[in-house]
């Protein structure tokens, strides 16, 4: 019994060994892992990939999707290490900054100069999310070029196009014709409401953003001013957040559980028809409300600028960490995925294209009627912390908003109670840092 | 047989209120299993229908999905490794330890008392931390390496008091008969008590290759990719996707759970002996 | 027998030698990858370190990240949420437990049966149970939603309303881990002796009464150990609540554990998780000492 059990055993270790070493023994190829959000930016990367490694015989691509709310934690956890677990990330304008300014990223000026791309082809809001905005930022004073630019977005005013031909709506240019549109829109009792907001008190809520889509309309004012001063109490913002607590707590037009929206269950609710309104990344959703395997309301959705026409400007670039065996190959994959791919991606998923050209490319044009809007949206668009110097503690800051905004609309804070508060927190936190004096 | 109840069991109407009971009982911890399996068989729009579908065409995309991209393939033999190794190294270390601990009166209880308290007490969030930065030092962050490393310090404790106690259910005289007869300790232990606490020894590997299995916190903090990423953290990939994949989510928790549920149901003898503290039998 | 004895005498030096070298492996094991680690966290959290700002270096701060965690109210927050749990769900767990042993006990047909389907949710990995639970309880697909809604409540969203999702944090723990609390009372319903409950039978006493003074205090001393086990175990509880809300709605979920991994992994602050999570270890070590005297609870349990 001793030796059979003997045998069995050493049988499964020396198994497990050879898979082991059968695995790691494939290394004559170069091997690029890509760690991107999970969703269509993963999706699209993987769907270019195989096309990648016909052209490059001798490079492997691996993407990995990384789920939106362990995305910061995984990544760095990993950058920092220098694990080599990822050869090319993702990130935001936020996430750039830290990478930058820790190191963990490769300056990509003179792969670059070597190839053959036309950066003036990038918007350029998107192609300055690699840059930090230039000389705008302390943390990249040269204007170093870190990540190409990915995805593209910009936050626009999501509207059931076809409830609003059916009650003689138009979509608003003053912020009464809102308040209107979404009341008359909010029939609780046929589980139908007016807006979807997010609410969550989390990390990766989408409250900052949707306050903020306001706030740039009302003349309120960015986070930081001059010398990092914290500048959240302003009398823009006041009315800002006073419209989104009214919003859910005066005209209660937000479906129950908007305490626990983030971003997905914001497109989820317009997607199921249970809200007909929503601030949103504009092509980032309608890759889903325009999917008829996952939206009820393929078709009927319109997408509009928020009165006043100024909206949040977003995207994602793709960088070369540090670790990266392979950085000129990985540069190749870089730019596959950014130029020759960008039409393509676009196209098949919900990705904002960030190139000129793109938006001139009429199969892009027959999909996306709106892209001209979008390419000016872009452009001119903010930046939600471009103002101000992209620091490495933005992604504390961004907690300290979203948490402080959802404390005034959920948990009844008084709103100039409640952006003081953030005002407070904010200083405190810079002071500790050494950002402010 | 009387049980320790008292009474007889001869009223009818006990009997059945007895199983009613235990048939609403049995429902509750099975039902939300069977609800996991439906939904992996139903498509998105299905899972997102309200009323939810009693009635639906099951598909097994989602399975297909999970086994044709190479991702869980190599998670689940992640998996794997990191708990046969985590397990192989418990029991020869915890084994030799817990032999001589269970031979060695005096001292042995109080350090073993001291090893089962520091099991139980420590949070994994204590160990995860320097663990984390530790195989950042030594360049060890997403590798299978670090995680067998983790799981062994973690389980330690716990597999060399199992064996303890199974070793304690062997008499001292079994050896000292083998001894007086000549053989070496060594000799003993090889030929004698190894075969005889065989039995203890398998149910302290399932249990270990369990623990190592349904592992998390230090999974999803030491890897991240395919290279070293267990199931576990994989499925929890699913998570805060855009859109949820809920089905998705639900066919790989399904696969993810196929080995604690064949383990619970055939080996259950077996990992109860973890369970109960002292050499009940 | 005085042969053996004399054997054993001369004997025992070289064996206590074989036996120590045999203890080398698990020691030298134990110190390397245990005792280092913890120490080394220990030190550091003395330090003031961000790995997210490698920049800004390891500063020593003495004591400070401690008294930092004693101000801080999140922690706070999540030492009462922990408590909460704990104390519901191991009272509950218990009580359920002693009840399903009691009706598992003896012969009859089909324990087997059900023995095995109740034993099945303590063997499932914590992620699995999460998403599970996560199924049916989500406003968007779950189940249970639905059944309240059909029922009135319409503005009820389980899992980001700050009460109910409590609740159901400590509803899964009990429907996981009850099974622990009655296998381990089962075995020891049956390894009693049946002489005192014929006795008592004879005697006429009533089921409540054998149940209550005979029952209840020989299995007592073992009910005492899982109440400890059970307690420490659920304060360290993190699985089931990352997946299931992430420590939301707001706060209302977070746990000591879920809140140091965010501090260590979303933050990266270095020193400060660690001074947290040595505070989680004193807690607890402090929990189970009081417990400990307060239960008399014999650790050793080993029948010679």
Request: proline fraction near 8%; avoid cysteine.
């Given at each position: 019994m001793k030796g059979k059990l003997g045998v069995c055993l050493a049988i499964v270790l020396i198994g497990s060994l050879v898979l082991g070493t059968v695995v790691v023994s494939a290394q004559t190829v170069k091997r690029i892992t890509v760690g991107l959000e999970a969703g269509f930016m993963s999706d699209g990367a993987s769907l270019v990939a195989p096309d990648f490694e016909k052209a490059h015989p001798d490079i492997k691509v691996t993407v990995v999707p990384i789920p939106y709310t362990a995305f910061r934690q995984k990544v760095i956890q990993e950058l920092s290490a220098g694990?080599?677990?990822?050869d090319i990330v993702g990130g935001y304008l936020e996430l750039n900054a830290s990478y930058i300014a820790a190191g963990w990223v490769v300056p990509l000026d003179k792969y670059v100069a070597e190839?053959?791309?036309?950066?003036?082809?990038?918007?350029p809001s998107f192609y300055n999310l690699g840059t930090l905005f230039g000389r705008a930022s302390q943390l990249n004073p040269a204007g170093d070029v870190y990540g190409l630019p990915f995805n593209g977005d910009v936050m626009m005013l999501i509207f059931r196009k076809d409830l609003y031909a059916l009650n003689g709506?138009?979509?608003?240019?003053t912020w009464e014709e809102f308040v209107k549109n979404v009341t008359k829109l909010n029939q609780p009792k046929d589980d139908l409401y007016g807006m979807a907001v997010s609410g969550a008190r989390a990390n990766d809520s989408h409250v900052m953003f949707d306050f903020y889509s306001f706030a740039l309309n009302m003349d309120g004012t960015l986070p930081l001013g001059e010398g990092n001063k914290p500048q959240v109490y302003s009398p823009g913002n006041v009315r800002a957040l006073q419209l989104y607590v009214d919003l859910v707590n005066k005209y209660k037009v937000t479906p129950p559980g908007v305490r626990e929206y983030r971003y997905a269950e914001k497109n989820a609710a317009v997607a199921q028809g249970k809200a007909t309104h929503m601030v949103q990344w504009m092509l980032a959703c309608a890759g889903e409300l325009e999917d008829p395997d996952q939206s009820r309301v393929h078709g009927k959705v319109g997408y509009t600028t928020m009165p006043g026409g100024g909206s949040v400007v977003g995207g994602w670039s793709i960088l070369i960490a540090d670790a990266c065996k392979y950085p000129k190959e990985a540069f190749e994959f870089l730019k596959f995925l950014s130029i020759d791919s960008d039409a393509r991606i676009s196209l098949a998923y919900g990705k904002g294209p960030v190139l000129k050209s793109s938006a001139q490319d009429p199969e892009m044009i027959k999909k996306y009627p709106y892209i001209a809007d979008y390419v000016k949206a872009a452009t001119n668009g903010m930046h939600m912390c471009a103002c101000s110097p992209a620091l490495p503690l933005w992604l504390e800051i961004t907690d300290i908003l979203n948490f402080g905004f959802a404390d005034a609309v959920f948990e009844g804070v008084p709103v100039e109670e409640a952006l003081k508060h953030i005002d407070k927190k904010m200083a405190e936190l810079l002071k500790e840092e050494g950002f402010l004096e | 047989m009387k049980s320790a109840i008292g009474a007889p069991k001869s009223l009818r109407f006990l009997v059945m209120g007895r199983y009613l009971l235990l048939t609403i009982l049995s429902a509750i911890s099975v039902f939300p299993i069977i609800w996991l399996f439906l939904s992996s068989m139903k498509t998105q729009v299905d899972l997102l229908a309200r009323p939810p579908v009693l009635f639906f065409k099951p598909t097994a995309q989602y399975y297909i999905y999970c086994l044709e991209t190479g991702f869980f393939g190599s998670y689940f033999v992640n998996s794997l490794i990191v708990a046969l190794f985590t397990t192989f190294f418990s029991i020869i270390i915890g084994g030799l330890g817990g032999y001589s601990l269970a031979r060695l009166r005096f001292c042995g209880d109080k350090f073993m008392a001291f090893l089962i308290l520091s099991f139980r007490m420590l949070p994994a969030v204590t160990l995860v931390i320097p663990m984390y930065l530790l195989a950042r030092k030594f360049g060890l962050v997403n590798t299978k390496l670090s995680l067998i490393i983790a799981y062994v310090a973690f389980n330690l404790p716990f597999v060399t008091w199992m064996i303890r106690n199974y070793m304690d259910t062997i008499p001292v005289e079994v050896e000292e008969a083998a001894m007086t007869d000549g053989a070496s300790r060594i000799y003993t232990l090889m030929r004698i008590t190894l075969p005889l606490s065989l039995p203890g020894l398998f149910s302290t590997a399932i249990f270990c290759f369990l623990l190592s299995w349904n592992e998390f916190i230090f999974a999803t903090s030491l890897t991240s990719s395919p290279k070293a990423q267990t199931f576990p953290v994989a499925v929890s990939g699913?998570?805060?996707c855009r859109g949820i994949a809920w089905s998705a989510l639900a066919a790989s928790t399904c696969i993810m759970l196929l080995p604690p549920l064949l383990f619970g149901i055939f080996a259950q003898r077996y990992i109860i002996r973890g369970f109960v503290p002292g050499a009940i039998k | 027998m005085k042969r053996v004895t004399a054997i054993k005498k001369t004997e025992n030096f070289a064996e206590k030698h074989i036996l120590i070298i045999l203890l080398v492996p698990l020691l030298v094991t134990l110190c390397s990858v245990l005792l280092y680690p913890l120490g080394y966290s220990l030190v550091l959290s003395l330090c003031k370190w961000s790995i997210a700002r490698p920049f800004l270096g390891k500063k020593f701060v003495g004591i400070s990240q401690y008294i930092k965690a004693f101000k801080s109210g999140p922690f706070f927050i999540a030492i009462v949420n922990t408590f909460i749990f704990t104390g519901a769900a191991v009272s509950i767990q218990l009580v359920l437990g002693i009840g399903i042993a009691l009706l598992l006990h003896g012969d009859f047909r089909g324990r087997g049966i059900f023995q095995t389907v109740l034993f099945i949710p303590v063997v499932l990995t914590p992620v699995g149970v999460g998403i599970l639970w996560k199924i049916l309880l989500?406003?968007?697909?779950g189940l249970f939603p639905y059944i309240l809604s059909r029922m009135g409540f319409r503005e009820i969203s389980l899992l980001s309303n700050p009460l109910l999702a409590k609740l159901c944090i400590i509803m899964v723990d009990i429907w996981t881990e009850t099974p622990f609390v009655f296998i381990i009372v089962l075995a020891s319903l049956e390894s009693l002796s049946l002489e005192p409950f014929e006795a008592a039978h004879i005697d006429g006493a009533s089921r409540w009464q054998i149940f209550r003074y005979i029952t209840l205090p020989l299995i007592k001393p073992l009910i005492m150990v899982v109440v400890l086990i059970r307690v420490m175990d659920v304060f360290r509880i993190f699985d089931t609540i990352y997946i299931m809300t992430g420590g939301g709605p707001g706060s209302a979920t977070e746990s000591v554990s879920t809140h140091t991994m965010r501090v260590m992994f979303q933050w990266f602050r270095t020193g400060y998780a660690s001074a947290l999570s040595f505070i989680i270890l004193a807690i607890i070590v402090a929990m189970s000492l009081v417990l400990t005297k307060a239960l008399r609870v014999e650790y050793l349990q080993v029948k010679r």
């Open positions: 694990s080599g677990a990822y190839s053959d791309i036309d950066t003036n082809d990038f918007i709506l138009t979509p608003p240019g | 699913f998570i805060g | 989500s406003t968007d697909i």
